[in-house]
């Protein structure tokens, strides 16, 4: 069973790094069958996707073009989790944050628990 | 980048109704849209893939159907469990856009 724990602050000042970690069990962090992504939920903004980590012979990222020039999703293969970093962030990036599980051609298979970030001084 | 809008954003029905909310796409994306469901306070689930495939475990009275731009997720007979926002997403390739939601209550 895939469980995926994620951990970090859940409160963020302005112009600041906001920093995610989701730790990965059941699976591979390296499988060549899955990505790896963010996605984060508000209740202005619903449902958005921020971007993903994968490897396929080598590793590959995507992003959202909202958010294109702020982030970076890393693989941390030594403990095989992943992690989301947010650059400058403003109140509009308070939301729940969710690390989740690819598989194509299926969706988005396996969730973190969610964790709230709030953007404020 | 491709567009996914559902529609309505919200519906009211009686337990037994049957339910259809759509989803477009602003280009044509082949059978890749994915639907979820989620209940207040919890974490989405996966619940038909691929247009038309039913996730494992998800009740029959789920179902899928359409491809290119238009898609239709359709509950046979509303139950009182199904009362949450449905979101649909575009999974051919990135970016991975979700629709808009659509709240699902009874009346």
């Known amino acids: 069973q895939v469980q995926l724990q994620q951990s970090g602050p859940g409160l963020v000042k302005p112009s600041q790094t906001l920093s995610l970690t989701c730790a990965i069990s059941?699976?591979?962090?390296?499988?060549?069958?899955?990505?790896w992504n963010w996605i984060r939920q508000s209740p202005s903004r619903g449902l958005e996707w921020l971007g993903r980590t994968y490897y396929r012979s080598k590793w590959s990222t995507d992003y959202a073009v909202s958010v294109k020039s702020r982030i970076t999703i890393n693989p941390d293969t030594s403990n095989n989790q992943f992690s989301l970093q947010l650059n400058s962030v403003t109140p509009e990036d308070t939301a729940v944050y969710y690390c989740v599980r690819g598989t194509y051609p299926v969706g988005f298979d396996y969730w973190g628990q969610g964790a709230l970030v709030t953007v404020s001084s | 980048d491709i567009q996914m809008t559902q529609s309505p954003s919200s519906l009211s029905a009686s337990v037994g109704d049957r339910v259809t909310i759509t989803c477009r796409a602003s280009?044509?994306?082949?059978?890749?849209l994915v639907w979820y469901q989620q209940k207040p306070g919890k974490v989405p689930k996966l619940l038909i893939y691929?247009?038309?495939t039913l996730q494992s475990g998800v009740p029959s009275r789920f179902s899928g159907s359409g491809s290119g731009t238009d898609f239709t997720l359709t509950i046979s007979t509303l139950q009182p469990e199904d009362v949450a926002t449905y979101y649909c997403q575009k999974y051919n390739s990135a970016p991975l856009t979700f629709g808009g939601g659509t709240k699902v209550e009874i009346k």
């Open positions: 280009q044509g994306i082949s059978k890749y």
């Open positions: 691929a247009a038309s």
């Open positions: 059941g699976d591979s962090v390296s499988s060549n069958s899955v990505a």
